[in-house]
T-cell receptor, first 115, second 114 residues
Framework: AQSVTQLDSHVSVSEGTPVLLRCNYS??????LFWYVQHPNKGLQLLLK??????LVKGINGFEAEFKKSETSFHLTKPSAHMSDAAEYFC?????????????FGTGTRLQVTL | DGGITQSPKYLFRKEGQNVTLSCEQN?????MYWYRQDPGQGLRLIYY???????QKGDIAEGYSVSREKKESFPLTVTSAQKNPTAFYLC?????????????FGAGTRLSVL
């Protein structure tokens, strides 16, 4: 079975400084992995996805993530935070097989951006 | 605009009452899903449907019911058997095939108990 662990429930950064949101995964095979973002009282939006092609994945709004098999990690980064990045971020792993997309969600990391 | 529409945005339930949350999609997706979101717990799957007239229980189906009579619609009923219904409910849809199947989400319904 697959699982993901988001190591920080809350991260606070100043505007203009780098963002690092950490995610470790557990899987018996090389998984696909996603990052979703949720702004307050909104639905989730896909930020980026890793699907066993390039290990460095670029997403929307300047975010990127690197798949590191040796560390079983898929951390989300952004060089310079913007106030509009304040949201909750979820690391997600899809099922290994089958047609139903029963996603496994991490517990989320709330990103706060201060002036 | 293509997308997923959830209504209402806010809903209040009285004790012993059943309430129904609406979810409509015009993306021509086969699969639809209902999630419950509580603070600090991520999203938990309530029910999902891969095709019209078929649906399966997710991880926390007790106290909920669904129907899938049309491809574009997947309403969720929160029954009186659900003793702790206060939460944010999210509906999603996807093509429903493959490991890289992406789910698209509605804006959610916030349910509170009076």
């Amino acid at each position: 079975a697959q699982s993901v662990t988001q190591l920080d429930s809350h991260v606070s950064v100043s505007e203009g400084t780098p963002v690092l949101l950490r995610c470790n995964y557990s899987s018996s095979y090389s998984p696909s992995l996603f990052w979703y973002v949720q702004h307050p009282n909104k639905g989730l939006q896909l930020l980026l996805k890793y699907t066993s092609a390039a290990t460095l994945v670029k997403g929307i709004n300047g975010f990127e993530a690197e798949f590191k098999k040796s560390e079983t990690s898929f951390h989300l980064t952004k060089p310079s935070a913007h106030m509009s990045d304040a949201a909750e971020y979820f690391c997600v792993v899809p099922p290994g097989s089958g047609t139903a997309s029963k996603l496994t969600f991490g517990t989320g990391t709330r990103l706060q951006v201060t002036l | 605009d293509g997308g997923i529409t959830q209504s209402p945005k806010y809903l209040f339930r009285k004790e012993g009452q059943n309430v129904t949350l609406s979810c409509e999609q015009n993306l021509n997706h086969d699969a639809m899903y209902w999630y419950r979101q509580d603070p600090g717990q991520g999203l938990r799957l309530i029910y999902y449907s891969q095709i019209v007239n078929d649906f399966q229980k997710g991880d926390i189906a007790e106290g909920y019911s669904v129907s899938r009579e049309k491809k574009e619609s997947f309403p969720l009923t929160v029954t009186s058997a659900q003793k702790n219904p206060t939460a944010f409910y999210l509906c999603a849809s996807s093509i429903g095939r493959g490991r890289e199947d992406i789910q698209y989400f509605g804006a959610g319904t916030r349910l509170s108990v009076l």
